[in-house]
Each structure stands twice: as C-alpha cells, then as structure tokens.
C-alpha cells in the first residue's frame, strides 16, 4: 500500500516510513484503569462510571476496545458525562472465549446486551458507537429502552462506496478459511479493512505524525494504539458481518432479525438522536439510519468523539438531548 500511494515521490515514502518508526518507538502512557464491573456475561463487563439520575448505556463496537471514549481525563466522554446528571455505564465487551466463538453480531446482542439491560434494572437511554450503534438499535426493539442514540453508526450498508465493499468482499473471502478453523478473525485483518476504506489517509497520517510534537503527537499515538488494539473478532460475527451486512445489506433492506424480532428503526417508538459525521471515511453518512432525529456533523468518525472540538460539537448536544428525553 505504502509503495502504490508514494509511487514516484520517494521523499513522501521516506516521510511515511519515519513516521511509522517514530510512531513505533514512541514512549506510552498507562491508560486509565478499568471501572468497577457491576456485572459480567459472557466475559463482557459492565463498567461503572457513576454519576446520578436515570442509567445511559454506552454500547462500543465489537471492533477496537471501548478505551476511545474514555481515552484520557480530559478527552473521556464518559466522565464528562457522569458529572451532569446521568448515571453512566459501559458495555465492556472484553475478549471472546471458546463459547463467545459461536455469537454472531446478533447472538451478541441476544446473550450479552439484553442481559446486561436487564440486570440494570430500569429502562435505559442506549448510546451506541459505530457498529454499537448498529447493535443498540437491535436492543432498543427487543429490550426496555426509554431512548436511543447512535455515533457514527452504520445501517444501509450498501451506502458504502462499491469499491469499498469488493476489497471488504475480497478480504473476508481470503480471511474466511482462517475464521472457520480457529474460530476467530484476528484484529490484524480487521485493521486491513480499514486501511482498505482510505489508504491514502493512512499513509499521509504517517508523514503528518513525522513533523509532530509534545501533546500533539502523544495524542497521535494514544488514538492509533487504540485503533491497532482490540480482541479477535468471533467467527460467527465476522461472517454475519462481512456477509449479511456489507454484502448483502439485510440491515438497511429490512431483513436483519434478532431475537427473533424483524429490526426496523421505523417501528422503535422512544425518542432517537443519529449523530453522523459528514465527513466519515470508515462509516460514509449514506450509510446512517433515516429515522428519528439527526446531527450532522463536518468531524471524522474518531475526531467527532474525542477531537479537540468534541465537547463543543457532540458531549454538550448528547448531553442535553438526554437530558430532554
């Protein structure tokens, strides 16, 4: 990839390529310890973050680690939000175990959110990030919810490019062997992907990181150690994922299911805020969900949650949108 994007410029590889070691050599700061775990299914936990009033539910992707919004003090929406009237919790999905092998995405939802809503006690406010989002709005038609708002998440899938979708078509058609003996598909394939989705980004991002600095370039490291880091994904997901989802779209053609529930977010009656990044490479905003409220914003699909902007742009309208609901 680094080859096809610098053809011909070599100073531009030689950027790119000091970047990555500099990227590689970078000193690391401890990430915030875990909170308390109130409960645990199936290896997932949920995670405690306090604060008062009714429950809001963070549902984080089953890709990378849930660590983005919570990356730091100052950039952790999830404490930020604690202290203003809501008692905030979060779906840690933790590292799948030889059972969690078999859980599709919608056997996630099934096994492991529903129960997890269901040992809070109270209907929730969900709050789901990227492909969470995808899965929140799963639990808001078989589960008590008294709201529901999505980031950044993905619905009509094929309003993703068409070349995107035959590299991801390829990819899993390559991984797909792997998948089914170990029952996984490593997070190094899945990372592929999303090179895939914008590679010049990926090597300009290097060249970018080679002239950084101070907080800067610490903040540079923390996000990309974050988007290299997760837990495989289980086999049954991917190939729910890859297969019913990116290629055959049943989420946005009205014909995804879980809990043996038909999944249409016409039919889900709580209030329903969509936050969508207009600029979005890895989740395009012709992919979001058309029903209910809408937020549009000029972010990228990490920046909206953690840039510098965030609290301005996205923390302060979640915050009074919960507030409302």
């Known amino acids: 990839m680094l080859q096809r994007e610098t053809a011909g410029d070599p100073a531009r590889m030689k950027r790119a390529l ?25 290896g997932a936990s949920l995670r405690d973050y306090g604060g008062s009033g009714p429950p809001v539910l963070f549902v984080p992707s089953l890709i990378n680690p849930p660590t983005v919004l ?55 406010a969900l709050v789901g990030y990227c492909l969470g989002g995808t899965m929140a709005v799963a639990a808001a038609r078989i589960a ?10 993905p619905w009509h899938f094929a309003g ?26 490593p997070m190094e394939a899945l990372q592929s992907a999303f090179w895939s989705l914008d590679p010049g980004r990926t090597i300009a991002k290097f060249e970018a990181f080679a002239g950084f600095s101070g907080a800067e370039a610490e903040t540079f490291v923390t996000l990309e ?26 989420p946005g053609s009205g014909g995804w299911t879980a809990g043996d529930t038909s999944i249409d977010p016409e039919a889900i009656s709580v209030p329903m805020l969509h936050i969508v ?10 992919s979001a969900i058309r029903a209910g409220g809408r ?20 923390w302060e309208p979640l915050a009074d949108w919960l507030a409302g609901v």
């Open 18 to 42: 000091d970047g990555l070691r500099k990227y590689q050599e970078a000193p690391r700061n401890s990430p915030p310890a875990p909170m308390s775990s109130l409960a645990v299914v199936e």
């Open 70 to 124: 919570d990356l730091s003090p100052e950039r952790s929406l999830l404490r930020w939000l604690s202290g203003r009237g809501h008692r905030v919790l979060l779906l840690d999905w933790g590292w799948p175990d030889e059972a969690r092998k078999r859980l599709s995405v919608s056997g996630h939802i099934e096994q492991i959110l529903v129960p997890m809503i269901a040992a809070i006690g109270e209907p929730v």
């Open 144 to 153: 008590p919810a008294r709201a529901l708002a999505t980031l950044a998440a």
């Open 160 to 185: 993703f490019p068409d070349d995107a979708r035959r590299d991801l078509a390829a990819l899993w058609h390559q991984w797909r062997p792997s998948a089914d003996a170990l029952g996984l598909l």
């Open 225 to 250: 150690d974050w988007a290299n880091d997760g837990p495989p994904l289980s086999g049954a997901a991917a190939r729910q994922l890859f297969e019913d989802f990116f290629a055959a779209d049943l």
């Open 277 to 286: 990044s207009t600029s979005d490479r890895i989740v395009p905003h012709a």
């Open 295 to 314: 937020l549009d914003l000029a972010q990228g699909h990490v920046g909206m949650v953690v840039g510098s902007r965030a609290q301005q742009i996205l």
